[in-house]
């Protein structure tokens, strides 16, 4: 009586069960599932026929677009093991995660091609390749190749997120991790043949992906946006039977600006809203515009969504991000165990979501998997009725137009440059981004470095949102006893309480 | 990287999600989640009162109730396995099935505290208890204690099904089974926040139970009919909302003659039609008034649902039972091997919802199961775009107003008679019910045994829709050279061509 864990493969099963259904729709691009799994089948091929072998790992630097959806599916169905990577990478941030994960493919288009050749330099194993090589158009039925089944203990993904140690960590999830957060979702927030999902954060994050499979696990069409642009929101919401989008804080924040004063329709029944806390004030502009938000908290640790505010609480407990889904569980934990109603602490969770553990890091995955249970980092609270409230996320994360910065990459970006002895660096508030990284640099005796040559320094080897904005300059940076930052008093240095 | 197979029990993780969300209707009863799970605690602390332990198997002799509801939830909370009892079993069929699985306790009402009693004679290992003693009122908060996580491969129900051999056997189901059920379920039927299924199928038949485990883990209401009265499932779908209906084509018949020519209105989105092949006619008849009939294929031992026509198809493919549920796979076997499109064989499938097997008929378990595959004895094709026509039931097997009736076991029982010496039995058209057995028996030479003598023995050692309707007498059974009964001769011989 061992657990099932075979199962057809999602996006063949749904081809069989739904052909002539819509699928995905990009520009002016709409594929039925049928015609999906027929380019899907093709592009696979094509994977082994570039080499790609069971357990092979293949990168994908794409921005959303017709080749990432086809390529999410084909890499898995050729046997290969995704590998999503953000495309604001600078090329040594690249090469690392490349050489991290031992990429054997790198799959480019045209706009990220030159990113893919540099990192590649760096990184030989990765043979870059253009997505047009592999992904074609093809006709439904034209191949015949079955779909081999899958193991949903098998991994399907690796998604790097950034690390408190200065370097990121390659979360391995697997078919399970995603097949359980589809099907949690669609036991949470319902799931109708006419919902159609927009995704317009980025695939190569954990929270784009997983609109790409639930899609396919629910046989609901993707509405694919290239880039985010909030009159197209409003506009696909209005006009193109839109009913669910996802989006963080800064997003929403330029759709109601958009908008102006006009409701939402009522065709449209969520907008998930993640990456981090919400403010209030945003939160009630949305209320005012019948914009249905969601608050979800999620992780890419949990392929997503881990706890959801189930739509019938979205007024009732505004800011709140819900209780766990059905499958999963979740704790607030002090250092002397479990938290009081209202009382803060780290959240804690556990459930078939959770990562099976970062890439070649035994000792990073023990610490923060013990158990069973994740320990996020994340702070946060349930109230007396055991809804989520997340105060912050992991004490030091700056969150940035949704993208995560962990202060410790970029500080040791900083200590690499020789006129620099020590750095540190905050998040302070932006109106547009939430947060903006800032830094503290205590310089070399005698060096010339400036503000200008110190940004200059990280845009080279980070991506765009990680520079730093500004760079202050100190002659000590306030630490304490055993050498630790003390982040809360920089903040305060920097005229920021 | 093994799977998940722990996760929070469902009753308890809906009542911490949505506690205030109705349950619950049957009569004047209505029911939170909250307040489910409440009474829920009780029972199953009763039944560990009343000496449940770990593994146990409790019996459940119940129509349809809150009671039964209740305790299906607290016999796994308490540790036990759910051993649904069908009412209508006479008490050596019941003494029976007590015995194979070794019942601790056989929980019964006042409706069948005869028959409970009656059984409990015969074996003496269950002991009756009333199941008022256990299920109460109880506040929601009022108790404490928490539910156990629930392991997935754990065995959580074994339903007896009529076995080929003339013994019924009892497919045990998991815990996996059930979930995997719902949640294939919603995944192609849609499920939204506003189902509400109304449960009139006997809830100690799988069809019926699966609406109560869907409920649960989909936070939807189930309204529960303890008898099927057309007029009243009619009601409920026109006054009280009514989304879902499972049924079986002798109360789908009943409802369309009780509604005459008035179209159903749009808020049913789904009369779920099983228990076997449906009339045409009857097809057409319920399409003329917009009820939305969806045929399902479905088995004890796949925890019901296992192919369901998707509702995009309902019309276009009148008659077909659909496609295997996106978990699942299907295939037509001939004796040279997968049968071609339109070319009949037995159904054979495979997935997450197939049972664990047989309890204590390990040979039949391998028999029936090989390398996942359960065979299913059920005839069908699927057609040139793979939607599955079922044929015929198992070969001989006797479907009556949704019930099963194995010939084997009812002419095992006649052939207990001392003056019967060969004995068949075959299903017979009927206009109420579909079909009715009907038996044919070679006298002892010189016995007086007549047809009222033949049918009241068996009305005291078999439920009543197994009861021959008619027995006729004849000189010689038409036999294979190898003594196997040719019934197609059989029926011939009845003129029933």
């Known amino acids: 009586m061992s657990p099932p864990t075979i199962m057809p493969e999602w996006l063949h099963a749904r081809a069989a069960a739904t052909p002539e259904r819509l699928a995905l729709v990009a520009g002016a691009t709409r594929l039925s599932f049928a015609a999906l799994d027929a380019m899907v089948d093709v592009a696979g091929q094509r994977l082994r026929t570039l080499g790609v072998e069971h357990g092979d790992r293949v ?3 794409l921005g959303n ?4 959806a ?11 093991v995704l590998v999503p990577l953000n495309t604001r990478l600078a090329p040594p941030e690249l090469a690392w995660q490349l050489g991290d994960c031992g990429a054997r493919l790198l799959i480019h288009d045209a706009a990220t091609q030159a990113a893919a050749c540099a990192a590649a330099q760096a990184q030989p194993g990765a043979r870059p390749v253009a997505a047009e090589v592999i992904v074609v158009r093809a006709e439904p039925g034209g191949s015949q190749a079955a779909a081999p089944p899958i193991d949903l203990s098998a991994l399907h993904t690796i998604v790097y997120t950034s690390g408190t140690t200065g370097r990121p960590k390659g979360a391995m999830l697997t078919f399970g991790n995603h097949w359980w957060s589809a099907v949690g979702s669609a036991l949470n927030l319902g799931h109708r043949l006419d919902d159609r999902w927009l995704a317009v954060l980025p695939l190569f994050h954990v929270g784009g992906l997983a609109i790409l499979l639930r899609g396919v696990i629910g046989g609901v069409p993707v509405v694919l946006h290239r880039a985010f642009d909030p009159a197209a929101v409003n506009g696909a919401i209005e006009r193109e039977g839109v009913t669910h989008v996802s989006v963080v804080s800064a997003m929403l924040r330029r759709m109601l600006d958009e908008r102006g004063a006009r409701p939402y329709p009522s065709t ?3 907008l998930l809203l993640g990456g981090g806390p919400a403010p209030r004030p945003l ?11 969601v608050q979800t908290y999620g992780l890419t640790e949990t392929a997503s969504q881990l ?14 991000a819900g209780k766990p889904l059905l499958h999963s569980e979740l704790r607030i934990l002090t250092e002397l165990g479990e938290a009081a109603p209202g009382e803060a602490g780290e959240i804690v969770v556990r459930g078939p979501t959770v990562t099976a553990g970062y890439l070649n890091q035994p000792q990073e995955t023990a610490a923060q998997i013990r158990d069973g ?7 946060g609270y349930l109230d007396a009725e055991g809804y989520l409230y997340v105060l912050d996320r992991r004490d030091d994360l700056i969150i940035s137009g949704g993208e995560n910065v962990y202060p410790a990459e970029v500080e040791a970006v900083l200590l690499a440059h020789p006129d620099v002895e020590e750095a540190g660096v905050v998040g302070v508030p932006d109106p547009r981004w939430g947060q903006v990284p800032v830094a503290v640099v205590r310089p070399r005796p005698g060096s010339s470095l400036d503000e200008a040559a ?3 320094f990280c845009a080279g080897r980070l991506a765009r949102y990680k520079v730093p904005v500004r760079v202050r300059f100190a002659d000590a940076l306030p630490r304490t006893a055993s050498g630790k930052l003390r982040r809360a008093e920089l903040r305060a240095a920097l005229g920021l309480g």
């Open 268 to 270: 449209l029944r969520c």
């Open 70 to 80: 086809v390529l999410a599916h084909a890499v898995p169905r050729a046997g290969g």
């Open 283 to 293: 939160l009630e502009a949305a209320a005012r515009l019948g914009a249905p938000v």
């Open 65 to 68: 677009s017709v080749e990432f």
């Open 373 to 379: 249970w994740l320990h996020t980092g994340d702070l």
């Open 307 to 320: 706890a959801t505010l189930s739509p019938d609480d979205a007024l009732r407990k505004l800011g709140s």
């Open 59 to 61: 990168g994908l630097l």
């Open 454 to 456: 110190a940004i200059a």
